[in-house]
């Protein structure tokens, strides 16, 4: 919620260092624990960021956050292909080893598991195995 202070840090630590977090819902950017939902277009959020030299965002799509529902694929990538210099997190909703296996295909850069592993959906070694 404070650009002034992320900009200071991005002057003083450089880009490559920091990861913007960006949680979305029905493609607007979610803030305050994601109980506010604001105007900002995901799109232009992140455009707005790498034009300060931003070189990460993880993007968190709240609505399937935690639901083993499957991920926003398609959200993923569409962000990497409008923003391919940038290395895109995906989080959110990843169920199957499948669905990594095609945000990879994306180029999305990395990929956040959670509740899939903790349910027994993705077994850590498969995970292993693909990195």
């Known amino acids: 919620k404070n650009k002034l202070l992320f900009m200071e840090w991005l002057n003083e630590f450089g ?29 232009d959020f992140i455009s707005s960021y790498k034009e ?4 990460h965002v993880l993007c968190t799509d709240i609505s399937r956050d935690g639901m083993l529902q499957g991920s926003a694929i398609h959200l993923y990538t569409e ?12 989080s ?29 959906r993705i077994d850590p070694q498969q995970l292993l195995q693909f990195i």
């Open 79 to 90: 962000l990497q292909q409008q923003f391919s210099a940038l290395n895109i997190i995906a």
């Open 52 to 55: 300060l030299g931003v070189k």
């Open 92 to 120: 959110g909703g990843v169920t199957t080893l499948e669905e990594i296996k095609e945000l990879e295909k994306a180029g999305v850069g990395g990929v956040i598991v959670g509740k899939a592993i903790y349910e027994g």
């Open 15 to 43: 880009g490559d260092k920091l990861i913007l977090g960006a949680d979305v819902r029905d493609g607007k950017i979610a803030v305050a624990g994601w109980l506010e939902t604001t105007e900002h277009n995901i799109f």
